[in-house]
């Protein structure tokens, strides 16, 4: 699966942005996708997850209550609200998919690069004060 991020931009603290993570070649509706992003000189960190159906979710603490990530198999896309931006979102953000499948008591699990076998190039995402 070869997946694209876009969306990302320039924007004032406390607004809002959609990136979106378009997906071709496999059936997307079988993936969980996860958002990842890395900010400068630091480590690349986890975001969000949805689960293939999109009906389980789940988010890092940084960003829980803020962000809100969905899908639409349909048009083989994942989006990514982001509200109430901070200067401390400013980061590249990536899209990933893996075929790995949790219970909704374990989506933490996602939060490991490792369980995710596909990335897309990034999409940078800044935020002013």
């Known amino acids: 699966v070869q997946l694209q991020a876009s969306g990302g931009g320039l924007v004032q603290a406390g607004g809002s942005l959609r990136l979106s993570c378009a997906s071709s070649?496999?059936?997307?509706?079988?993936?969980?996708v996860g958002w990842f992003r890395q900010a400068p000189g630091k480590e690349r960190e986890f975001v969000a997850v949805s689960r293939w159906s999109g009906s389980y979710t789940y988010y890092a603490d940084s960003v829980k209550g803020r962000f809100t990530i969905s899908r639409d198999n349909a048009k083989n896309t994942v989006y990514l609200q982001m509200n109430s931006l901070k200067p401390e979102d400013t980061a590249v953000y990536y899209c990933?998919?893996?075929?790995?499948?949790?219970?909704?008591?374990?989506?933490?699990?996602?939060?490991?690069?490792?369980?995710?076998?596909?990335w897309g190039p990034g999409t940078q995402v800044t935020v002013s004060s």
């Open positions: 070649g496999s059936t997307f509706s079988s993936y969980a």
């Open positions: 990933a998919a893996t075929h790995r499948s949790y219970a909704s008591g374990s989506l933490y699990l996602y939060g490991r690069e490792s369980e995710f076998n596909y």
